[in-house]
């Protein structure tokens, strides 16, 4: 059997061969739906690949764990995705994904976008949705870009939610493959999601909800939609529900890469869908009931013009809805808030806010969870709670179809319920409705009864920030501590650190003849930090140690005087006048790649001019690094750096870095290592201020991440005002990392309480 198929040689008979999408897509496509082509890499070819690398066993064994242990789910994932990205993909298995994305290419005559989705074998039937359980990869060009993407997808079937998943809905792992789907990727101006019937009744009513851009944002629950309800027989627009669209994912058109920006003033609060364009859509959700002879869930949109249907699954939550509803009694009180009602149902209980993963356990049976949106990581949490409420989202996204799974009544996108309701409060929740009520109101109907599954649960300690709080590890016996705070990756890894460890200078061990134990002492404590974290990013930084501190060490009897180190031979001068260590260090990294650890990123310090991230690229190209796949970044840690950014984005940074101690010192000109001088040094002071929000303006036009990983990203006000600027993530000690995310979370929400307020 071919480890690859075209999507238009499969159809609705093929689940088993690649999966619940990629059936649903090869049969739109021979029924005359508009579909974008693309082809899929076999459940067989994946299982295939994982029993002939010799690592089936393992994973399975590595998965056998009890899935309300967090330290054990947490333990699984880890394992088994550093299985599947480690091992070797048998040849004609690579070959042909290569090959077949190289057919799609001279089919279109040119090198086009994809998007690489994942398709399980047991997912989109009617009575389990694996809503958000594996990944996307959106944009992905060129063959190498492709094969890696479809590693990535075939990794996330082994995610922490996913087992967890399965587990609940009683799948076994060893029975559950996955396809990869690669489609032409459609440049969506307007995207969404629709139901061929109303998902919570089954009422022949056609719900869709569309947004700007790409269509994840309206999936993921991070962008509130716009909502209509369309007849389906007479195809007569019988609502519209216009919200206010914050954000938008699209394909940046300079990087080429999926970004987030802020929707255009002018279009925040326009209708997205033309009238013309709803009925068109409500057209093809009655073809595709029809064809199916079962309510679709339908993911679309429309470039230039023209629509597209991304996918097409059974809605698997109208069973539990109709349950739901029959108990639903008629309901009057206060009414407090409003939403769309995306699960039915009505519960009375007290109010717990959740702001993040690690307050789940504030949530006891029965308790009325109200958060800023739904995740899929709230699901043990939403297990024992009453209802939801939240601010964001709308009936598609993925934690609301699992919320109707659950039977929880849910009432979405009501924008204020975070600020509106407090603490401990007593309220009653139509899911029905989409309505919220104060107190008890009559005849509502009890809280779930308590089962004996939801005893433990999965506490997710993560809290849901839009700015990644990752964390700043300087020794690698420091990794097991540094990722129990569930950092979003490591900010800051330093290099130094470790030589200093070993008691003898790079130049010894080159001048000993044993560079190689150098780069196996460099690969090993690395490696301890980046499996630790995998796949989650690990940059690091390149050696910055000042003369001074290599002066003590054997090896460092020749190591210069100098009247003040910290100006001197340091960082990427010393790199790209002294290249032998760091061609050692490239060598180090190199290693780890070939290893699987794909999550490490390299980090140039005390860089001021482009020409020496010019020059260190060349280096890493002849050390056979390959820059497309490796992210390399620079530390901004001189005004020099900062006020050139825009040479440095040209040439093509992947992210940068500020290091607020030797910014502020030589902004200011104040050595923060002199007491006579110590009370005019600030991070604070106007100038950096000015210096970091300059840099992040340019980066965040060019896509290109940002991040602080100086000792200033550890104090909550400064954490406040990076959030106000729009950094992407704040690196962190290890003991403030829990202090940054509650600020960070509580930064962002006046944030948009204050975007509320000004919109009334």
């Known amino acids: 059997m071919d480890s690859v198929v075209w999507l238009k040689d499969v159809g609705k008979d093929n689940l088993s061969l690649v999966g619940g999408k990629g059936a649903s897509l090869g049969e739109m496509i021979n029924i005359g739906v508009p579909v974008p082509g693309g082809f899929a890499v076999t459940a067989q070819a994946f299982r295939d690949f994982i029993n002939r690398a010799g ?14 242990q967090e330290a054990q789910l947490h333990k699984a994932e880890m394992t088994a995705k550093k299985l599947i990205m480690e091992a070797k993909v048998p040849e004609d298995i690579e070959k042909a994904i290569r090959s077949r994305y190289e057919e799609l290419c001279q089919q279109e005559g040119k090198q086009v976008f994809v998007a690489v989705r994942s398709s399980a074998t047991a997912e989109d039937l009617p009575d389990a949705s694996f809503a958000g359980q594996q990944e996307t990869y959106l944009n992905m060009r060129g063959a190498e870009d492709v094969f890696n993407a479809v590693r990535k997808c075939w990794a996330s079937l082994y995610g922490a939610r996913a087992i967890f998943y399965r587990v609940e809905q009683g799948f076994e792992h060893e029975k559950v493959n996955l396809s990869a789907i690669v489609q032409k990727m459609v440049d969506s ?22 947004a700007w851009g790409l269509g994840e944002s309206v999936v993921s629950g991070s962008v509130s939609p716009d909502n209509f309800v369309v007849e389906r027989k007479t195809k007569k627009i019988l609502s519209k529900y216009i919200a206010t669209k914050e954000t938008m994912i699209i394909r940046d058109p300079k990087t080429q890469k999926t970004v987030t920006i802020k929707v255009p003033a002018k279009k925040r609060e326009a209708v ?3 009238d013309k364009e709803a009925i068109e859509l409500a057209n093809y959700a009655e073809i595709l009931e029809e064809h199916y002879g079962i309510p679709q869930d339908i993911e679309w949109g429309v470039e230039k013009g023209k629509i597209y249907i991304l996918q097409s699954r059974p809605i698997t939550t109208i069973g539990n809805a109709k349950k739901a509803e029959a108990s639903t009694p008629e309901a009057s009180g206060k009414v407090l808030l409003t939403g769309l009602g995306a699960a039915p149902g009505v519960a009375t209980g007290l109010v717990r806010l959740i702001s993040s993963g690690r307050d789940l356990d504030k949530v006891k049976q029965g308790d009325i969870m109200v958060t800023k949106m739904t995740m899929p990581d709230m699901v043990p949490g939403m297990k024992r709670a009453g209802a939801i409420v939240t601010d964001e989202g709308g009936m598609a996204c993925h934690a609301a179809i699992v919320s109707r799974e659950l039977g929880c009544p849910a009432v979405v996108g009501t924008k204020k319920a975070t600020t509106t309701l407090k603490e401990g409060m007593e309220i ?25 599954a939801s005893g433990g649960g999965v506490v997710y300690t993560k809290p849901i920030t839009a700015t990644e709080i990752k964390v700043n590890v300087s020794e690698p016996d420091r990794a097991e501590a540094a990722a129990a705070t569930m950092a979003d990756g490591v900010g800051l890894l330093r290099i130094e650190h470790m030589i200093l460890g070993l008691g003898k200078t790079p130049n010894w061990y080159i001048k000993n003849e044993k560079t190689e134990e150098y780069i196996d002492e460099l690969v090993k404590g690395i490696k301890t930090v980046a ?18 501190e290599f002066r003590a060490m054997e090896g460092g009897e020749n190591e210069p005087h100098e009247h003040n180190p910290m100006l001197g031979w340091r960082g990427i001068r010393r790199d790209l006048t002294e290249t032998d260590h760091f061609r050692l260090e490239m060598r180090a990294f190199k290693k780890l790649y070939d290893m699987g650890l794909t999550n490490v990123g390299i980090m140039l310090p005390m860089v001021q001019h482009v020409r020496e991230f010019q020059k260190a690229k060349e280096i890493m190209f002849q050390e056979n690094l390959d820059l497309e796949k490796i992210d390399v970044g620079i530390m901004v840690e ?37 007491e006579n001088v110590a009370g005019l040094y600030s991070e604070l002071h106007p100038a950096i201020l000015k210096l970091i929000e300059y840099v992040v303006e340019r980066c965040n036009e060019a896509g290109v991440k940002t991040s602080i990983c100086g000792q200033a990203g550890s104090y909550p006000e400064m954490a406040k005002r990076l959030v106000e600027i729009g950094i992407t993530s704040i690196s962190a000690n290890i003991d403030a990392v829990a202090t940054v995310r509650e600020t960070v979370a509580r930064s962002e929400k006046i944030l948009m309480l204050r975007a509320l307020r000004s919109r009334e």
Not at 55 to 68: G, M, R
Not at 650 to 670: P, R
């Open 189 to 210: 101006e307007k995207s969404g999601v629709m139901f061929s019937s109303q998902p919570s009744t089954g009422e022949p009513l056609v719900v869709i909800e569309g």
């Open 428 to 452: 009653t929740v139509d899911g029905g409705k989409g309505t919220v009520y104060e107190g008890r109101v009559a005849l509502a109907a009890p809280a779930k009864p308590a089962s004996a």
């Open 272 to 274: 997205v869908l033309t």
């Open 638 to 674: 001189t005004p020099g750096a900062a006020l050139t950014i825009e040479d440095f984005i040209e040439d093509g940074i992947d992210f940068i870095s500020f290091g607020t101690n030797d910014l502020t010192q030589y902004t200011l000109a104040v050595d923060r290592n002199n």
């Open 531 to 548: 499996d630790a974290f995998f796949p989650r990013p690990v940059w690091v930084r390149t050696l910055d140690a000042p003369t001074d």
């Open 55 to 68: 690592i089936a066993k393992k994973i399975f064994k590595a998965l056998d764990v009890d899935v309300n």
